[in-house]
């Protein structure tokens, strides 16, 4: 069964004003993290020490239809 993941994930300034929301279909929060970081071109991967952590915390939700696993939407600063 799939999960939808609503991922907050900022990085706080001085060291950066990089982050946005993921909405992400996984089958966990592992695959979640996978396909934030495989999908991302942003270049901002030294910022995803604590995206694990927000991935934890996201608000998550039960698909109860056939869904593939991918981001949904983002909005990234």
Known sequence: MKTLFIVDHFVPFPQSEYGGVWNVIADDEDEC???????????????YGTLRENISKAYKYTITSEAESGIVTSFLT
């Open 33 to 47: 993290f996978d396909v934030i970081t495989s999908e991302d071109d942003s270049n901002y991967f030294e910022y």
